[in-house]
């Protein structure tokens, strides 16, 4: 019988990144679709970079900026108790980071598409910023919002190099399903690899499934 | 500054409306219009300007003073009608709504621009004319002083026109408002406003009542009138040259010499003088 807590620690790795990434890239995709700053490009290039780097290239950083022997690290571990090495606070970071471009991208061309009139009009009937976003922005980009909750959860799901660099496989701490099928195949137990992947077979399909059945409904329902 | 396809180009302009006036902004595409009421609204910073409105001031960059686009008393109708595509017909009115609002307002409204029907319905499934009455409407809600207009009819068909212009003229009346619309079309001038101003790159070029600004090139003794050959036939010793304008077919009289010409399918101008007409080939 497999091991249930490779699986359980997945499922709050992903909730809890996808939860700070929405939060995060709201307010950061406004500001990019919205603001006319000069080097937006610059900042857009570098949420997209986890896109094309080797993860482990991405974790071998995070792994030295974390380090307690480091001015990054130790100044958390000085000052907030907080060691991101090898821990499951490390790998909610990492992850955060790692799918950023998954959030950013389908909420960021959700928002670029939409009218520029629709915030002006609000504006024009009184409506604050905060108002406009939360119910007329939010609501006219779901479907970008729902893209992008569901990229970020599988992807963060189907995450290996990272979580391996920064996280280690300590169990029920770092240790993933993927980490969980990896050391399984170190350790000549087929079997259960095959539970593991099996089980992230089904579910990154069913994911892919319901972001393109999501997409065709958006088509036929806006204008 | 004017972001136009020649280059850049200084908009500057000044002029007053009186309370309860029809101001429609008349020139051609590039000349600053849409910026222009823009500024009025809010939703575009100039470098310099001054506007008052009723002792109140909105805009002066002297003093650094710019009244948010929601706190200024307006009411603005987009080109593209700009309605919430997640919200009813009713909703999007009452998203207008402020805190305290008397909600009758709304239900005033959709009576008014008789929208009783279609209330329960997004606004993806509304025609074009529809969609106009519910921006008219939703700018109305607030009860502004000032109601801004950009080009509200222009990808309207005709018929939808007149009847949208009936709308917007029985608002301005019953909500005594100060309305400023920008319009391409010099009938719609006249049906529905007291003052026009023409702008041209910028600037304006003419200032006053319709038919101040627009006699002497306009209208006169002369019309003119553009269309397309559709038939040339010879009766006795003349020749008959039928053009299709508008939706109309005018006969137009020449003679054998004239004639070598035209051809049938030719875009032409027909001017009149003293009741004798000219046909000529546009170029």
Redesign the interface.
Known sequence: MIDLDPLWLTAKLAFITTLILLLMAIPLCYWLAYSRFRFKAVIEAIISLPLVLPPSVLGFYLLIAFSPENAFGKFLSDYFDLRLVFTFQGLILASVLYSLPFMVNPILSGLKNLPTTLQEASFTLGKSRFSTILKIILPNIRPSLLTGIIMTFAHTVGEFGVVLMVGGSIPKETKVVSIAIYEEVESMNYDNANVYAGILFVFSFSILLAVHLINNKRKTALY | MLQTADGKLPLDVSFTIEKGQFLAIYGNSGTGKTTLLRIL?G?TQAEKTHIEVANEVWDNSQNKIHL?????S???V?Q?Y?????LTVKENLE??L?KNDNTQIVSELIELMELQSLQNSKP?NLSGGQKQRVALA??I??KPKILLLDEPLSALDDEMRFKLQDYILKIHQKYQLTTVMITHSIPEIFKLSDKVIILDKGKILKEGTPSEVFSEEKISSKFKLTGEIISITKSDIIYIIQVFSGNNIIKVVATENEIKDFKIGQKVLVASKAFNPIIQVLS
């Open positions: 609204a939703l948010s686009v929601q706190n200024r307006i009411g603005f987009f593209d700009a309605l919430f595509p997640n998203f207008a402020q993806q939703r700018a809600v607030r």
